[in-house]
T-cell receptor, first 114, second 111 residues
Framework: DAMVIQNPRYQVTQFGKPVTLSCSQT?????MYWYQQKSSQAPKLLFH???????NEADTPDNFQSRRPNTSFCFLDIRSPGLGDAAMYLC?????????????FGSGTQLSVL | GQQLNQSPQSMFIQEGEDVSMNCTSS?????WLWYKQDPGEGPVLLIA?????ELTSNGRLTAQFGITRKDSFLNISASIPSDVGIYFC???????????FGKGTKLSVKP
């Protein structure tokens, strides 16, 4: 029973062509996160939503944007993908933010930039 | 920024052997989580630790939250081929802090 669902699993885009990755959750969690993971590296937090409150990490490039139209869905928009943006993009959720909270990850979207 | 030092970076072991990996930091953490990631998949939560000194098991996996709250280890007993993957520790600073991930331990198991 997938709880955090990411589509598509694989996405190919062209250099500079906008791309949107999607995430949905059936957990009714308040917090949704987007992580970028490059090969053989740890996941790196890009931003997260607590309900409708958007929280951007200080070093996330402006090229990356996010939308959360409702509790269940969250989107990652890359306005002008560069070759360096090729990576696995992971969506995660948690019930709230706090010391006892666990993050649940989706299967990820592997983005290739040609 | 805050860092977690995870070691070893990779391990090559024989099926049936026990495995141990750990994470350390100069900062005090409130929570330690251990995840396993298979190739092309998202991380899956294995064990969550919330109190200093806490020792928790999940099947053949055992993890402990260090007394100083600056470290944690994960042990896998009697490894099997499906244990292959990358294991990440993740720690949370403070009550509202986001997770910080270690760089991962890549485990390879020879049948």
């Amino acid at each position: 029973d997938a709880m955090v669902i990411q589509n598509p699993r694989y996405q190919v885009t062209q250099f500079g062509k906008p791309v949107t990755l999607s995430c949905s959750q059936t957990l009714n969690h308040n917090v949704m996160y987007w992580y970028q993971q490059k090969s053989s590296q740890a996941p790196k937090l890009l931003f997260h939503y607590y309900d409708k409150d958007f929280n951007n990490e200080a070093d996330t490039p402006d090229n990356f944007q996010s939308r959360r139209p409702n509790t269940s869905f969250c989107f990652l928009d890359i306005r002008s993908p560069g070759l360096g943006d090729a990576a696995m993009y992971l969506c995660a959720t948690s019930r709230a933010q706090g010391a006892d909270e666990k993050l649940f990850f989706g299967s990820g979207t592997q983005l290739s930039v040609l | 920024g805050q860092q977690l030092n995870q070691s070893p970076q990779s391990m090559f072991i024989q099926e049936g052997e026990d495995v141990s990996m750990n994470c350390t930091s100069s900062s005090i953490f409130n929570t330690w989580l251990w995840y396993k990631q298979d190739p092309g998949e998202g991380p899956v939560l294995l064990i969550a630790l919330y109190k200093a000194g806490e020792l928790t098991s999940n099947g053949r996996l055992t993890a402990q939250f260090g007394i100083t709250r600056k470290d944690s280890f994960l042990n896998i007993s009697a490894s099997i081929p499906s244990d292959v993957g990358i294991y990440f520790c993740a720690g949370q600073l403070g009550s509202q802090g986001n997770l910080i991930f270690g760089k991962g331990t890549k485990l390879s198991v020879k049948p």
